[in-house]
């Protein structure tokens, strides 16, 4: 909480704590497309920052469950867009 509280921006007068990022909006996920694509830049986050070569490699990545291993957690990697 001392960490979320240090980097709160001073002009987020509305709270003590700052959670998210600046600059992050939300963005609807309108089709498997869309999906496919954030699943794969979350995934490829690790690699990016040069913690691992591959994304399968980040211990807790669901990399892992999409590449057929065994990961932390169990994974649903069938998802479905509801349009409106």
């Known amino acids: 909480m ?5 980097y709160k921006k001073a002009h ?5 704590y700052q959670f998210w990022q600046e600059g ?11 999906m496919r694509v954030k699943v794969e830049y979350i995934h490829n986050n690790p690699v990016e920052r040069g913690y691992v070569d591959h994304p399968e490699h980040w211990r807790y990545s669901s990399a892992r469950n999409y ?9 649903c990697k069938q998802w479905y867009v509801v349009v409106k």
Do not use: Y
Request: aromatic share 4%; hydrophobic share 25%; net charge negative.
């Open 12 to 16: 987020k007068t509305g709270s003590r």
């Open 2 to 6: 001392d960490q979320l509280a240090f």
């Open 67 to 75: 590449g057929g291993k065994r990961g932390g957690l169990d994974v």
């Open 24 to 34: 992050a909006h939300p963005e609807q996920i309108s089709s498997d497309e869309m």
